[in-house]
């Protein structure tokens, strides 16, 4: 499931700052679908995210939460079945590089009237 959401934006003095607030949509839906599905995988470590966490393992759904580790909230890790910390398995998940191909600067090959 992919959950959309405007992104909510502050001017503040010398910065901009962006929000989602995407943590009340997503406690929504787990408790409103949960019937629908056995295991959550949750990519987050929010903490506001850990009432419905525990609430949905009350209904029997499994919870695992995939998060960096310096990122996540304790009591989201407690009440989860599983913690997988993202850094544990870069290596497995990163994007592999592609094949090296040899640089040439666009100027060598014409394109900028030569």
């Known amino acids: 499931m992919v959950i959309e959401s405007l992104l909510r934006i502050w001017y503040s003095y010398q910065m901009v700052l962006k929000k989602a607030n995407l943590d009340v949509e997503i406690a929504v839906d787990m408790m409103a679908l949960c019937d629908s599905y056995d295991t959550a995988v949750l ?14 393992s009350y209904r029997g759904v499994r919870v695992e939460v995939v998060s960096l580790r310096s990122m996540t909230s304790d009591s989201l890790i407690n009440v989860s079945d599983r913690y997988i910390d993202l850094e544990a398995i870069k290596e497995d998940i990163q994007k592999t590089p592609r094949q090296s191909y040899p640089y040439r600067p666009l100027s060598s090959m014409g394109f900028f009237g030569r």
């Open 43 to 56: 990519v987050s470590g929010d903490g506001d995210l850990a009432y419905a966490v525990n609430s949905v």
